[in-house]
């Protein structure tokens, strides 16, 4: 098409290694992060927080005039951040929230752990203790508040389970279903005035392309090495089969058999704080639009839209 040594086949040649080298260069970047993030464990960071001041906070957690200032260090796109998210903003506990650049995450400077999502416990008098890990957060909290039997319940359990591992795996693949796809998904930040311009250009063109190989290559490889799906299942099917098992198992009276409002009955319970908080990290995006149109989770989701402040 082009001949030897013409522009058009020199443009062709940079555009090519240029590409390369950003692929080379983003794949790097991803493995150094890998390590940095695997350097130190959530149960040692948790362990080595000052223990009294830990205590403190819990007591005063939903105090109206005494509450520390709790901080939520997250990802809008985060699954795991929602379910923290979501257990925060049913049990009323005031908090704010601060949004981590996903590429050099700044905000996340004075902590040595760095995966989100992070709460810290700060006083007016200035930071104070953290607690990380979402399992470990909400499990903690929710102890804390007096649901320590939801924690020992096999049902709640084996659901939770499911939001947080399969029902998390479904979301990210079909969210980063291609590269268009894996680009649009970081349109969020945008909206994002703490974020510099430069910043948000960068994780698009190194993000999403990382994102849709990890998507392809480890997220899609465990599904189906753990036999949840085939290699050739449309990931879009494969979630809104997921979603609609939701629908008609956990909201199902089992002794009944009549469908419930809530997992929890006529309230939530941990499993719809963990789904609803995973679902969350794909709100206002097509892969949440589309679940609420064609699968049956609309008036579940409507349900906790209004509990937690949403509708
Ligand atoms: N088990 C952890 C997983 C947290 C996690 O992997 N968070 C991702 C964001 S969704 C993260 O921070 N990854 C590290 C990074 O972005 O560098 C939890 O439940 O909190």
Not at 70 to 92: E, I, M, N, Q, S
Request: some cysteine.
């Amino acid at each position: 098409m082009f001949s030897k040594g013409s522009l058009g086949r020199k443009v062709l040649l940079g555009t090519a290694l240029a590409g390369v080298a950003g692929l080379g260069g983003g794949y790097a970047m991803y493995q150094r992060r890998l390590k940095e993030n695997r350097s130190v464990s959530a149960e040692s960071f948790n362990a080595a927080q000052d223990a009294a001041k830990l205590k403190e906070a819990f007591k005063k957690l939903c105090d109206t005039q005494d509450h520390p200032l709790t901080k939520l260090y997250r990802y809008t796109t985060c699954p795991w951040c929602g379910t923290v998210k979501a257990f925060l903003d049913y049990h009323r506990v005031p908090h704010e929230c601060v949004e981590v650049e996903p590429m050099f995450k700044g905000e996340l400077r004075d902590s040595q752990y760095k995966k989100v999502p992070q709460l810290r416990f700060d006083t007016k008098e200035g930071p104070g203790p953290y607690l990380v890990d979402s399992q470990i957060i909400v499990d903690t909290l929710a102890d804390k508040m007096g649901f320590a039997g939801q924690l020992k319940d096999d049902e709640i359990a084996k659901w939770r389970s499911w939001a947080r591992s399969s029902l998390v795996r479904f979301v990210t693949l079909e969210f980063n279903r291609s590269l268009p796809a894996a680009w649009s998904g970081y349109s969020y930040i945008d909206s994002c005035d703490t974020i510099p311009y430069v910043n948000k250009l960068f994780l698009k063109v190194i993000g999403a392309p990382v994102m849709y190989i990890v998507a392809m290559k480890v997220t899609k490889t465990r599904l189906v090495k753990d036999g949840l799906m085939k290699p050739d299942d449309d990931p879009k099917v494969r979630l809104h089969a997921e979603v609609n098992r939701f629908t008609s198992e956990a909201l199902m009276d089992i002794k009944s058999q009549k469908p419930k409002a809530f997992h929890g009955g006529s309230k939530p319970d941990l499993v719809d704080l963990d789904t609803y908080g995973v679902l969350q990290s794909v709100r206002g995006h097509r892969v949440y639009t589309e679940m609420i149109n064609e699968t049956k989770i609309g008036p579940w989701l409507t349900a906790m839209d209004t509990l937690l402040g949403k509708a």
